[in-house]
């Protein structure tokens, strides 16, 4: 049995279909990528499965249950953890603050509570502080576990995002453009970083531009246009697919 399954997926805001009826299922221990031209409907994909939209129709089941309209929380606390196209990062706290947040969310029932509770628990959390640095030293970022976040380098804080989800102890995490606005250097930094966690067992879904990285690291790739589902599989064989050569690799050619 699949780890996901999507089924039937539609969302619709106003008179635009972002997403329609896309259907797909990914094994557990694999990278499985999303792509597809601006516009195709990666995100609103990334936020139906990720609880913060609601689907209009459709399905999606972690393990054989239906998560369909379960709120982020929720599925956090199923195994289901993600990261931003735009940092979302806490600024006024530190680095490692910013990881420790991603057990809370998998340990509180409450956001807000889970937030309201945080300086207390600061304190007292011996055992999630020790967890964050770890998590933080998996990432590459033990020179930074003492730092401020808005003293950290943009690259080092995407990094710093997947922590934070590492944190959440995820079976399925969703990378929402981990390279975005990254060098070359510190884009071949987060391929190693997204392989790493794939080893570690968690099962990876990404969505990224960079096609080097795409094809590097995908077991298996979904290509969306116009919202709807153009093609799945493996790199070479989506790299064949003439429809895919047609609408959206051939850009690249
Ligand atoms: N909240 C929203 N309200 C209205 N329309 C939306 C909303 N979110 C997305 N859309 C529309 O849905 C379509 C799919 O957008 P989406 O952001 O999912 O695409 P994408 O593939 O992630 O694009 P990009 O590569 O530029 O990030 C677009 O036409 C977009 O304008």
Redesign the pocket.
């Known amino acids: 049995m699949p780890l996901l399954e999507v089924r039937q997926l539609s969302?619709v805001?106003?008179g635009?279909k972002?997403?329609q009826n896309v259907s797909f299922s990914i094994d557990a221990g694999i990278v499985y990528s999303v792509i597809?031209?601006?516009?195709?409907?990666?995100?609103?994909?990334?936020?139906l499965i990720t609880g913060v939209?609601t689907p209009s129709e459709g399905e999606i089941v972690l393990d054989g249950e239906n998560l369909a309209g379960k709120s982020p929380n929720e599925l956090a606390r199923r195994g289901v953890a993600r990261t931003f196209?735009n940092l979302q990062v806490c600024m006024n706290m530190s680095a490692l603050e910013n990881v420790m947040v991603g057990a809370h969310l998998r340990l509180d029932r409450n956001l807000i509570k889970a937030a309201l509770r945080f300086p207390g628990l600061v304190g007292r959390d011996r055992q999630l502080r020790a967890e964050a640095a770890e998590l933080m030293d998996f990432v590459g970022l033990e020179k930074y576990v003492g730092a401020r976040a808005d003293c950290m380098p943009y690259g080092a804080l995407k990094r710093l995002e997947i922590a934070r989800a590492l944190a959440m102890k995820p079976r399925l995490l969703f990378l929402d453009?981990p390279a975005a606005g990254l060098n070359p250097k510190e884009t071949l930094e987060v391929d190693e970083l997204v392989r790493k966690v794939a080893d570690s067992g968690v099962t990876v879904v990404l969505?990224e531009?960079d096609m080097k990285m795409v094809m590097n690291l995908s077991d298996r790739i979904l290509v969306?246009d116009y919202?709807k589902k153009l093609a799945e599989g493996t790199g070479e064989e989506v790299r064949r697919n003439p429809d895919v050569i047609a609408a959206y690799l051939g850009a690249h050619a």
């Not at 597809?36 to 936020?47: H, R, V, W």
């Open positions: 969302k805001f106003g635009v972002a997403v597809g031209p601006n516009g195709a409907g990666k995100t609103t994909l990334f936020n939209y196209q453009e969505v531009h969306l919202g």
